[in-house]
T-cell receptor
Framework: ELKVEQNPLFLSMQEGKNYTIYCNYSTTSDRLYWYRQDPGKSLESLFVLLSNGAVKQEGRLMASLDTKARLSTLHITAAVHDLSATYFCAVDRTSYGKLTFGQGTILTVHP | DTAVSQTPKYLVTQMGNDKSIKCEQNLGHDTMYWYKQDSKKFLKIMFSYNNKELIINETVPNRFSPKSPDKAHLNLHINSLELGDSAVYFC??????????????FGPGTRLTVT
């Protein structure tokens, strides 16, 4: 059974600082997705990583995938308050979109 | 021009009742999904349909039954509601197709409260 684990689960950051969220998964996959969820809202797709070594960047967020280590990272650069949200990684080891989600990382950015 | 829409947004009902949640997508996607998000924010897939065909059917009680009248709609019917069914239910869709990118687009969610 595929297990997806994120750490940390809670992250309190100061504005302007850098940090990384880690997503480990237990079985081989080369399809990994990152989502953002604001309180009481839906999930917004951030990154789609579909091969080993894939790196995607959008604004202050950068995601990478190492399929050999079964690890994805979401790096936050110079955090701002607007990045406060819950971040989920999700892994698909099927060929039809059966996503297994991590527990989510609650990120709070404060002045 | 909402991409994935769900109705209702909130649903409060008593134990034992039967209720339905509707989902529609206007993205032209072939695959649709139902997820349950519990009080700890954990997301778990329940069902998926590809072009009206059931392709994912996770271990959920038989009281939950999905129905897809066409590829743009996926409804969720729940019989004999229980307290433990209280959660947020998300519908999602993706372009789909074997070997393709299954990036999923989520609806706004339906918060179900069973009293």
């Amino acid at each position: 059974e595929l297990k997806v684990e994120q750490n940390p689960l809670f992250l309190s950051m100061q504005e302007g600082k850098n940090y990384t969220i880690y997503c480990n998964y237990s079985t081989t996959s080369d399809r990994l997705y990152w989502y953002r969820q604001d309180p009481g809202k839906s999930l917004e797709s951030l990154f789609v990583l579909l091969s080993n070594g894939a790196v995607k960047q959008e604004g202050r967020l950068m995601a990478s995938l190492d399929t050999k280590a079964r690890l994805s990272t979401l790096h936050i650069t110079a955090a701002v308050h607007d990045l406060s949200a819950t971040y989920f990684c999700a892994v698909d080891r099927t060929s039809y979109g059966k996503l297994t989600f991590g527990q989510g990382t609650i990120l709070t950015v404060h002045p | 021009d909402t991409a994935v829409s769900q109705t209702p947004k909130y649903l409060v009902t008593q134990m034992g009742n039967d209720k339905s949640i509707k989902c529609e997508q206007n993205l032209g996607h072939d695959t649709m999904y139902w997820y349950k998000q519990d009080s700890k924010k954990f997301l778990k897939i329940m069902f998926s349909y590809n072009n009206k065909e059931l392709i994912i059917n996770e271990t959920v009680p038989n009281r939950f039954s999905p129905k897809s009248p066409d590829k743009a709609h996926l409804n969720l019917h729940i019989n004999s509601l229980e307290l433990g069914d209280s959660a947020v239910y998300f519908c999602a869709s993706s372009p789909g197709g074997p070997g393709e990118n299954y990036e999923q687009y989520f609806g706004p969610g339906t918060r179900l409260t069973v009293t």
